[in-house]
T-cell receptor
């Protein structure tokens, strides 16, 4: 069975602070994909990143960076110099390769960035 | 570059009525998925479809819920005889195929009164 755990339910920071959102996953598959999605207050789900299990290189996109560590089954997300517009619920998700394309989501972390 | 289009964005139904949610995938995408977001349960997979085929409906409630993705036209999620517990956000997503990125629409918020 697959499982994604986002232990931080809510995080509150002040603008310009760095913040890391944790994601720990469980799977028996050797090949899988990990995702992060953002859900702003307006409600839509915005794709942020997809990473396959064979690629442990960290990724940086502007103020966003992701740290994938297979040894600890973690795929953490860091926002540098946070801004008010980063306020949203962030979801980590896992999908196995092959078979049905079924995303398993964590429960999400609600990030509030205060001015 | 239109994304995944869902409509209606908000829908109010009385108990016992039918709800129909529509989803047009991104251009070129032939794989469609429906997810439901309930306040205490988070986002849960419902069904995975390709054109004219249901690939995996393991997340669909056994009764009252159905989904289709016809050869022409949008995918439809149909909920018959709605009950209050069906109140939720329903998200459609699409992808080019397996092992590709899955993009979500803006969601359809169903309220059953």
């Amino acid at each position: 069975a697959q499982k994604v755990t986002q232990a931080q339910t809510e995080i509150s920071v002040v603008e310009k602070e760095d913040v890391t959102l944790d994601c720990v996953y469980e799977t028996r598959d050797t090949t899988y994909y990990l995702f992060w999605y953002k859900q702003p207050p307006s409600g839509e789900l915005v794709f942020l990143i997809r990473r396959n299990s064979f690629d442990e290189q960290n990724e940086i996109s502007g103020r966003y960076s992701w740290n994938f560590q297979k040894s600890t089954s973690s795929f953490n997300f860091t926002i540098t110099a946070s801004q008010v517009v980063d306020s949203a619920v962030y979801f980590c998700a896992l999908i196995r390769q092959g078979g049905s394309e079924k995303l398993v989501f964590g429960k999400g972390t609600k990030l509030t960035v205060n001015p | 570059n239109a994304g995944v289009m869902q409509n209606p964005r908000h829908l109010v139904r009385r108990r016992g009525q039918e709800a129909r949610l529509r989803c047009s995938p991104m251009k070129g995408h032939s794989h469609v998925y429906w997810y439901r977001q309930l306040p205490e349960e988070g986002l849960k997979f419902m069904v995975y479809l390709q054109k004219e085929n249901i690939i995996d409906e393991s997340g669909m409630p056994k009764e009252r819920f159905s989904a289709e993705f016809p050869k022409e036209g949008p995918s439809i999620l149909r909920i018959q005889q709605v009950v209050r517990g069906d109140s939720a956000a329903y998200f459609c997503a699409s992808s080019l195929g397996q092992r590709n990125t899955i993009y979500f629409g803006e969601g359809s918020w169903l309220t059953v009164v």
